[in-house]
């Protein structure tokens, strides 16, 4: 069963961090370029991170410069390394794989699975 699940979310202060990850199960990472979404309280769901199977990489410019992919493309696990978290970061994290090398991602419409997503909140 082809499945992908995140993990490390979780309720952090203005300018900490968190690590989150995407696991895969039932097929490997190593061709598939991976993305983190994200979807904030009453927004549509907005593309932050990709990475591509030759680990070239792309950043939303609300992210960029705080959040990166840590440890590179792994085959079964995939870190989003996420510094400097503001409260307007507060949202459901997805990550999604799309096959091959980046076509669409960040675009939602051409990924292939999606986890269920974690739930970030960054608050005082």
């Known amino acids: 069963q082809v499945q992908l699940v995140e993990s490390g979310g979780g309720l952090v202060q203005p300018g900490g961090s968190l690590r989150l990850a995407c696991v895969a199960s039932?097929?490997?990472?190593?061709?598939?370029?991976i993305g983190w979404f994200r979807q904030a309280p009453g927004k549509e769901r907005e593309g932050l991170a990709c990475?591509?199977?030759?680990?070239?990489?792309y950043f939303a410019d609300s992210v960029k410069g705080r959040f990166a992919f840590s440890g590179g493309h792994a085959e079964h696990t995939v870190y989003l390394q996420m510094d400097n978290l503001k409260p307007e970061d507060t949202g459901v994290y997805y990550c999604?794989?799309?096959?091959?090398?980046?076509?669409?991602?960040?675009?939602?419409?051409?990924?292939?699975?999606w986890g269920k997503g974690t739930l970030v909140t960054v608050s005082s």
């Open positions: 039932g097929f490997t990472l190593d061709d598939y370029t």
């Open positions: 990475i591509s199977t030759d680990g070239s990489t």
């Open positions: 999604a794989a799309e096959s091959g090398s980046i076509r669409t991602c960040p675009e939602r419409g051409g990924m292939d699975y």
